[in-house]
């Protein structure tokens, strides 16, 4: 048995005892002396930041982490981008909850295993752990032991920036080498608690445990952020540049400190006005900026203030790791930053990426799990379970670092602008921007279709990402596929009314496919005639033309004459045709293509009946209405048939045929189509879509030529709004929505609010389209007519001869759009009275629409009725009988008895027979004009009242006074119910009643009807108009045959 020895002592100069020479072991034992007591400190915090004198209370946040904090044991975590605010946040609960003496608050950085570990020595520290000094004390235990002692009282531990899984469940290899990780150290005490930062999800729940402590910290509010800008920089003297500005940095609170801190170093030189401009000017600046490290001391120290290497931090974490989630990412950076589809995304057997290469199953030599050999099947399943189990994860780790966010159902997802822009920067500087510009040009080239009604709903959600494409400029290999792209992305475009952008891209895809493929290769000649579409709806329709016409001769030339790509572009052509009003020219193409292709696809081929709706809207525009119904009626039946009945193309042909029925007077028909149209349309297209927006115009005008103005009007201002939002102020659908609204107003005699709508559009116009598109002076007609009824003689006359020469010199002295100019201005000359001027102008009109449009064209009986009201003018009342005659007859014959156009001609040839004293001849074409107007249009109806005046005055030239009386009284009641007290055609009523209470010696009523009329033609009209003449004199005639003969002169 061995005899434990005492413990020897030797002296400094190693003096005393010496044992000999000794076989066996000597053992020395070295006792330390012993710790000397330390006095336990109260509670108190470790809080190595100070506090921010700028901090934002950012809702409930704080509220939220103070109420689960609370809780027994409770571990929290604020998780979110970086940059995002989590670390102020907990900050911030720190030191609120260090206001309390009773409770200790401890800080550990846990960023890197040696960051936790030095967080955990100075807690020991600072509470003065008893055997922290021992060489091989274990830290972390002892820590965690004191914590879990709850006699020490209540406490906190911020865990900030617990990124890394590695961290907390990685071996630790600490001194007292048990290697533990360190989330084994971490307490569940009751009377703690943990409050977690990270910018994962996944390491969030699990230092938590459960997702109802986890607590998503996102971009600021608007008013937050503006509140924070304001702080940093002091009073913000323009408010909107300033929300502009934070709207830009995506409302992230270190991006708008660092921007803060940027504009402050750089005061007087730099302002948010001018931070934002430059921010604005491309994307270098927009990488550039946000790299200002304008330093915070609340971060930590190993954390840069540049926005963009913060975000920096977790892009390397990933790649560090997982490089096919990054290479996704970088993907994904390159999309528009919002609305990216998961499946566009997904590893694809059709896309051969890089980034999922890693992931692909060896080709040969596989053997199944029972070990027979794998046929090609079998490894092409396997290997897409490979690669769609490999995406899925890569997508919930980009999701838990807050990198992308998805969408409710996890369809779609989006990215912070600015994370996009620092990956772009991060692959700029790497080298391999280009390589992931190519696969994104190529998955987008494969995923996005052409822009036919089919694909719309894949178009529209795609279309940001094309648009995001177009300034992605690529390398020659890549180019072919970037021209496919922008082309199908400018045909969609153009099929929803968004002509610049789609005129952007076409342009773009024309000249590399010009460049690439030469300019007579078919795709080639597909981005031209597209691009021709896009001009000729811009109203460029000479542009349009030389393009078309270049493109049907290459093809005739490359594919010949009855190809279906020759047969389109004619098509085309004839489209421009008609446009120009070369309506022969189009009807001679049009005819060609229809049979063509009839021979070619077949008779109910979606081609052959889009080519007979074509001929028939040129039938329409000839006035050969019955024609283009017919064609019309077989194209719906057809299109019914084939395509069904919510198809656009079958839409489209009741649109058309609704218009028919509009010009043929069969209003009914036409409202019940149209109601019909906008119905399928809201449910097919949106209730935004420009197809949408036009039946409704097309039904407001069809309230409108029934008198209903209030229904129209309504209508007229809902289109109006809805292409101001979704097509901008000046686009030509918007003005010609706002020329729509004006003419509802002009009906209603509401001339101002007309005239400062019209003002408009004409202005606009001519900013945007120019003075001479044919639109800008449409609206300068248009504004005439509107002085007219105002009597401005002068101005309409100057407006009407300007718009005669441009139209002549732009359109051609033949013109349809010519012609009518010409009339509107021998109009005005006949309400001048210059009925010489007037005549020689309608006798041009009239033969030259013989001419151009033939003798039976409604257009020309227009112009033969118009020279002769002038010829009844003159007093030549036998002239103007025969040509009101062979009016009336010719639209009997050619648009039936009972069309408004041949009604009003009626009415035309009554007041000539009134004029010349045939009242029974007149009273019985009143009658029937009455009557019919009456049962087509309803008692009620402005034009069944004009004729109920115009019958009362054939009684009044009869002396048939009681019959006259009934008539106005009720055309006057009805119009101050149905068009308003004030409005020009009541007026006219009640001074038509005046003029027969007159006859009858009804001096009273009749002044007093009259006084009404003066008074109130003054307010609309103005005391010079013509109509307010009028009335003064026939008050001044009532006067007069009361004998109140100064009255009567002073008027």
Known sequence: MTTQLPSVSFGALNQGMQVGQNSGLISAEFNLPPERPETPPQPFATIPFSRDPDFIDRGDILDQINQRCSEPGARVALVGLGGLGKSQLAIEYAYRLAERPDIWVFWVHAGTQARVEEGFRAIADAVKLPGRNQPKADIPQLVYDWLSNERIGRWLIVLDSADDRDVFYGPTGDDAGNGRPFATYLPQSRNGSILITSRNNDMAFRLTGRRQTIIEVGPMVQTDALTLLER??????????????????????????????????????????????????????????????????????????????????????????????????????????????????????????????????????????????????????????????????????????????????????????????????????????????????KRMAASFPTGQYENWATCRSLFAHVQAALGYQPSEDMAEKWATLLHNGGWYAWSQGRYEIAKQMLGRSRKVREKMLGKEDVATLNSISMFAMVLSDQGRWEDAEKLEVQVMETRKTKLGDDHLDTLTSMANLASTYRNQGRWEEAEKLEVQVMESRKTKLGADHPNTLTSMANLASTFWNRGRWNEAESLFMQVMEMSLKVLGLEHPDMLLSMANLTSTYRN?????????????????????????????????????????????????????????????????????????????????????????????????????????????????????????????????????????????????????????????????????????????????????????????????????????????????????????????????????????????????????????????????????????????RNTKLGPDHPSTLISMGNLASTYRYQDRWEEAEKLEVYVMEISKIKLGADHPNTLTSMANLASTYKNQGRWEEAENLEVQVMESRKTKLGADHPSTLISMGNLASTFWNQGRWEEAEKL
């Open 232 to 441: 940093k920089l002091g009073s913000l003297s323009d408010p909107d540049v300033a929300a502009d500005l934070i709207q830009a940095l995506d409302l992230v609170p270190l991006a708008i400190s660092q921007a803060a801190a940027y504009i402050q170093a750089r005061v007087p030189r730099s302002s948010p006005r001018k931070y934002l401009t430059e921010f604005r000017e491309s994307e270098h600046e927009k990488s550039r900026l946000p790299q200002y490290d304008g330093g915070d001391l609340r971060r930590d120290g190993g954390a840069s203030n540049a926005i963009f290497t913060t975000w920096q931090i977790s892009f390397d974490h990933i790649r560090s790791r997982w490089t096919s989630a990054a290479d996704l990412l970088s993907l994904m950076s390159f999309f528009d930053r919002q609305g990216i589809p998961r499946w566009v995304l997904k590893p694809s057997r059709t896309v051969k990426d890089a980034m999922w290469a890693g992931h692909q199953v060896e080709a040969g030599g596989g053997k199944t799990g029972d070990g027979s050999s794998a046929t090609d099947s079998d490894r092409n399943d396997h290997a897409g379970d490979d690669l769609n189990s490999a995406f899925e994860d890569h997508m919930a780790m980009l999701r838990d670092y807050y990198l992308i966010v998805a969408d409710k159902v996890g369809e779609e997802f989006r990215m912070h602008e600015l994370v996009q822009l620092s990956i772009r920067r991060w692959l700029e500087a790497s080298g391999q921007q280009e390589t992931f510009k190519k696969q994104y040009i």
């Open 664 to 932: 043929q007077g069969r209003w009914k028909e036409a409202e019940s189509l149209e109601v019909q149209v906008i119905q399928m349309r809201k449910r097919v297209l949106g209730p935004e879509h420009p197809d949408t927006l036009t039946s409704m115009a097309n039904l407001a005008s069809t309230y409108r030529n029934q008198g209903r103005w209030k229904e129209a009007e309504s209508l007229d201002v809902q289109v109006m709004e809805t292409r101001k939002t979704k097509l901008g102020d000046h686009h030509p659908d918007t003005l010609t929505s706002m020329a729509n609204l004006a003419s509802t107003f002009w009906n209603q005699g509401r001339w101002e609010e007309a005239e400062k709508l019209q003002v408009e559009v004409m202005e606009t116009s001519k900013i945007k389209l120019g003075a001479d598109h044919p639109d800008t002076l449409t609206s300068m007609g248009n504004l005439a007519l509107t002085f007219s009824n105002q009597g401005r003689w002068n101005e309409v006359e100057s407006l009407e001869i300007q718009v005669v020469d441009m139209r002549k010199r732009v359109l051609g002295p033949e013109h349809p759009d010519t012609l009518t100019s010409m009339g509107n201005l021998a109009s005005t000359y006949q309400n001048e009275g210059r009925w010489e001027e007037a005549e020689m102008l309608e006798v041009e009109v009239m033969e030259a629409r013989m001419k151009v449009l033939g003798s039976e064209h409604p257009s020309t009986l227009t112009s033969m009725a118009n020279l002769a009201s002038t010829y009844g003018d003159q007093g030549r009342w036998n002239t103007a009988e025969l040509l009101h005659v062979q009016v009336m007859e010719t639209m009997k014959r050619v648009l039936g008895s009972t069309h408004p156009d041949t009604l009003t001609s009626m009415a035309n040839l009554a007041s000539t027979y009134r004029n010349q004293g045939r009242w029974k001849e007149a009273e019985s074409l009143d009658i029937r004009v009455m009557e019919t």
